[in-house]
């Protein structure tokens, strides 16, 4: 409501050139908060706003766009004013936005940005995606280890302004091999002795990320050590780059609604949900609901085959429903949990041996008491206690078999070099149905023939 108040105000500042008063806007506020009020504004408008702030702050106020009016900006505002604006967004950043915007404008924009910058954005593009050297930025606080503390403060101050973050201070050798890393804090802590060496103050047991590195792997190595960054290194330990922790929090987020979609049975978007073609986003479900539905279609072609026997015992049919529920509801249960326990490291593929005996002991568990409330019912609907006994021995059955599928499917995928993910909850539930008639039918012509 307030972003929608102020617009005219803004609008009437651009219409009367009032550079001042613009100025001032984009300087007064966060630079959230300076994009929030610009929500209302045209592109053109936008851009117009953002000429009046000095290029760091152009870069600040531009990145809290939406991702949809980032690429657009690029795509159709001044090319020189564009260059210069690619010139102060952090390198990983830009190669992003550039990313998805055509070849040919892209080329037009870097042959305006400094060779320097150019370079860097034309390195990280040849990463492929999803790997640490397209998710690192070069902007990282390198220093030679022969540097006194009083040289490399000297040092920092001039490269200071250009760099995305300064929480770590990297450490090289004159090939710059990385060689150990000096937090800010031990910098403080050792202003009073401005001759000490960075080589003595350096740490050089660091965790590292290799160039190849999925970009999953790297955000749990982030997470595990509680690492604001991380550097990245080639296979010759030669210092490529960072990654920061808000790319990180990208990353999980990324690979989190992968897995979201994935255990939904959805083809994971490579785009947003109201962006997705409506023809893609069919194809991306139907190829799951298709294996499903086959899925359901065997079950209905088993039910066939066992016609006869349910004619006899036409009881039996009216809790086929509760048979087949409680096998796919606890085999989606234990495919969640190990898929979401595989995610965080709690559970690797060498515990699938505890996995199953926990999973058969929870299934004995909830199987005996889903049991007896299934024999409860069934005294009532059977011709006799003795063939009302079909009903909780194929549920304690079916349950421990639902909790044992669950759980192994996902290792085995992991396993095979599959995502966990894959086995999602419907697919799990689907192989639970099929397992579910087979115990139930053979069991009941077990006790009733």
Not at 239 to 261: K, N, S
């Amino acid at each position: 409501m307030i972003n929608t108040l102020f617009l005219p105000e803004l609008r009437e500042m651009l219409a009367d050139r009032q550079s001042e008063e613009l100025r001032e806007f984009c300087i007064a506020l966060h630079p959230a908060r300076t994009a929030e009020f610009m929500e209302g504004l045209e592109n053109t408008e936008t851009w117009e706003v953002l000429q009046h702030a000095d290029y760091g702050l152009q870069a600040e106020i531009f990145q809290y766009f939406d991702w949809d009016r980032q690429v657009e900006l690029l795509a159709t505002q001044d090319e020189k004013q564009v260059a210069s604006l690619v010139t102060h967004l952090p390198a990983d950043d830009a190669v992003d936005l550039l990313r998805e915007v055509a070849t040919d404008r892209v080329d037009q924009i870097l042959a305006l940005v400094p060779a320097t910058d150019r370079r860097d954005i034309r390195r990280l593009q040849t990463f492929a995606e999803g790997t640490a050297g397209a998710l690192m930025t070069t902007e990282a606080a390198c220093l030679s280890e022969s540097l006194t503390l009083r040289q490399a403060l000297d040092q920092l101050s001039r490269q200071a302004e250009r760099l995305e973050t300064i929480y770590y201070i990297y450490v090289t050798d004159d090939t710059n091999h990385l060689q150990g890393v000096v937090s800010t804090r031990s910098l403080v802590s050792a202003i009073g002795r401005p001759e000490t060496k960075l080589v003595d103050l350096m740490k050089k047991d660091l965790v590292t990320a290799n160039v190849q590195d999925d970009q999953e792997q790297v955000a749990q190595k982030v997470a595990f050590y509680n690492l604001l960054a991380i550097p990245v290194v080639d296979d010759q330990r030669h210092m490529l780059g960072i990654i920061t922790h808000d790319d990180v929090i990208d990353v999980v987020r990324e690979e989190a609604t992968e897995d979201v979609q994935r255990i939904a049975a959805v083809e994971p978007l490579r785009d947003s949900y109201i962006r997705m073609p409506l023809t893609t986003l069919t194809w991306k479900r139907g190829i799951w609901l298709t294996i499903l539905f086959f899925a359901a279609l065997s079950t209905a072609v088993l039910l066939k085959s066992y016609s006869d026997e349910l004619e006899r015992y036409e009881w039996l049919v009216l809790f086929i429903p509760l048979i087949i529920s409680s096998g796919g509801n606890s085999g989606s249960q234990s495919s969640s949990l190990v898929i979401s326990a595989l995610t965080t490291k709690d559970v690797r593929g060498r515990d699938w041996s505890t996995v199953l005996k926990r999973e058969a002991l929870m299934g004995l568990f909830l199987g005996s008491f889903m049991g007896l409330i299934g024999f409860a019912c069934a005294v009532f609907l059977a011709p006799s206690l003795y063939a009302a006994m079909v009903i909780p021995i194929t549920v304690l059955g079916v349950v421990v078999c639902g909790t044992c599928t669950g759980s192994m499917l996902p290792l085995l995928f992991q396993r095979l070099g599959l995502d966990p993910a894959m086995m999602s909850n419907p697919f799990v539930a689907g192989l639970s149905d099929i397992l579910g008639i087979l115990i139930y039918v053979n069991v009941a012509m077990l006790i009733l023939q």
